[in-house]
């Protein structure tokens, strides 16, 4: 009976010593998982998954706190956007595009100018805990996409370009806001 009870000591021993491990904030490996979960539960229209690939895109992550995690969050969608613009450009120069859709493609890329704005100064009021108007900023940019979509659907028969690209920047603003919420009841 003794020898089982030393080779259990044995077992146990090393597992208590490494708990700690797992519980600090910073070098707990499901932090941007438990926040994603976090986000999902309070907005049933944000994905999970969405949320975790999008903030394990930037290697900080890892080791972030909520606060930080939800500043990297920003970050992300104001890199989005850039990115957006300048698939934009992109399209403005392709010949397959009629005047009409060529229209609506620059007020998206006005809309979107606007929104990386706004979402800058937005992420200094989430950075200052001054969540209500960073709440308020996330909202505005979130409105860019819905917008641009908009814009093609005046016009029977006309189908975005930027569907997919609109809805992954609309979800990116809703993990702003949803982090702005969540550190706003703090």
């Not at 259990?8 to 090393?14: F, G, H, Q």
């Not at 992109?90 to 998206?108: A, H, T, V």
């Not at 370009?161 to 992954?168: F, G, H, M, Q």
Request: charged share 30%; with cysteine.
């Amino acid at each position: 009976m003794k020898k089982k009870m030393n080779v259990r000591n044995l077992l146990i021993y090393p597992c208590l010593c490494l708990l700690p491990l797992f519980f600090h904030p910073s070098l707990s490996c499901d932090s941007v998982h438990q926040a994603c979960r976090k986000l999902a539960d309070k907005d049933p229209d944000l994905k999970y998954h969405f949320c975790v690939a999008s903030l394990e895109s930037d290697p900080r992550s890892r080791t972030a706190t909520l606060e930080e995690l939800g500043a990297i969050s920003v970050m992300v969608t104001i890199s989005n956007a850039t990115n957006l613009k300048s698939y934009i450009f992109e399209l403005l120069e392709d010949k397959r595009f009629d005047p009409y859709s060529k229209g609506c493609l620059r007020d998206c890329l006005e809309l979107y100018s606007d929104a990386i704005d706004t979402l800058r100064n937005a992420l200094d009021d989430f950075k200052n805990k001054h969540c209500i108007d960073a709440k308020q900023g996330f909202t505005s940019a979130m409105d860019a996409s819905g917008t641009c979509e908009e814009g093609f659907m005046e016009k029977e028969g006309e189908a975005s370009p930027l569907t997919k690209e609109d809805e992954r920047f609309f979800q990116l603003c809703a993990m702003d806001l949803a982090f702005a919420t969540i550190l706003d009841k703090k």
